[in-house]
Structures are given as C-alpha cells and as structure tokens.
C-alpha cells in the first residue's frame, strides 16, 4: 500500500511539474508567437507602403492613404490584431514599428529588414557609410546641380539658422546622380560676393537606388549630421 501511495505521489508531482513547465513555454512563447504573426501581417502594409510610393514619388505621411482613414501622426494603429507605429522619416524613407516598447521590432524601409535591438546602432552603421559615400560624390564633382526656386519669406523663417545668418538670399536646390536619379535636395545660402552656395537647415539625401535619410546643415559647418530616428520621433509626437 505505501508503494502503490508513494507511486501516486511520485505520477501527482510529475503530471503537476509537467503542467508548470508547459504553461511556462506558453507564457515565453506567446511573445514570439506574436512578433512572427507581426511580421506576415506587417507584410500586407509594407506591400501597399511600396506601391503607394510607386504611384506617387513618396511614402504617405500617415496610414491613412492606403486603408486607415482614422490613423494619425504619431498615433498606433490595428491591423488583424496587432499594433503598429508608422514613422515616415523622411521621403522614401519609414519605419514599421510592432507594439512600441524598447526593443520592439523594427521594420527599416532604408535597409528593408527587421531589428529588434542595439536599433540605434544599427541606423548608424547604415546611414554613416550612405552619407560618406554622397560626399565623396559630391566632392568628386560626379553630381549635378539645379536651383529650383526663391525661397519665400514663410519658408525662410521655417528653416533652422535663418535668424542668426546675413546671407543676401536663400534658395532651393536639388542635386543629381544623373537625369533619372536625384542624390539630394534642401534649402541653401548664398552669398552674392563670394557666389559661395552653402547648404542649411534640413536637406534629404538619396541613395542611388531611391531611399533617402535626413541631414541637417548649421550655419557654421559644410558638413551635414544625420539626424537620429529618436530626434525624428519625437517631432512627430511619438515622445
């Protein structure tokens, strides 16, 4: 009899620990679950992303032109049960954040894959090689420049550095990789004695193939710096 209780004993704590231990692998993966699930959905969005693009030269600045009337800037939206964020960081440029927490994964348009840590890092060593590479463009004279436009007075005063800067005038330019391909745009001064044409304030820089990335010019320096994606998200309401 003390065998056949000590037999249940043993068959009763082997059936509960069992129990535990798949509750515990649901529970750890449950999140992994859902970030795949995430992913093929995300699939759809970043489809329509593409083709939006396609139609119009750039990606939208909210969901809402490709089937979400409700969604807003700096706001999350639901899709077949999963949050997103949509940032567009620059012209053909955005990410597809799921969920929103620290190390929640990433889609990146400018790389065309997920992160889901040391993000931060990893723009940077995206971005840095794609600006030097520009540069080197540039000083080597392989890139063309056309200037578009006077800038009006509104849009002078929108642009960072314009108050504390005596330039005679400021105007709009774009540069070229070649007829097809842009390589930039953005605002810059000029100096009517010099004809010195300096860049300022935020220009939208463009890979061969079409993405893009931000960088900002000051008043004192030639040399642009990439604006980081926490800087983009906080201005567009995300922080």
Partial sequence: MKAMKRNRVVIYISVVTGIILVVLCVIKYIPVYNIYIGKLRAKDLIERLETYKKQHGEYPETLKPI??????LG????YKGTCYYYTRQSECDFDLEIGGGKDSPTYYSLAEKWVSVNRAEFIKQ???????????????????TSVCSNVTKSEKENIPFFNYTTADSIIFIKKFYD????????FALVDVK???IKP?????????NGKSYQVTYDKDSSKGQILSRLYLRAICGYE
């Avoid at 089937?67 to 807003?72: M, R, V, Y």
């Avoid at 706001?75 to 639901?78: F, G, I, N, T």
């Fill in 75 to 78: 706001e999350s939206v639901e």
């Fill in 194 to 196: 010099t004809k010195r």
């Fill in 67 to 72: 089937g979400f009337p409700k969604a807003e």
């Fill in 179 to 186: 007829k097809k391909h842009i390589a930039s745009k953005g």
């Fill in 126 to 144: 995206l971005t840095e090689p794609l600006y030097k590479k520009y540069l080197l463009a540039e000083s080597s004279n392989k890139l063309t």
């Fill in 200 to 208: 300022i304030g935020y220009w939208t820089i463009f890979t061969y």
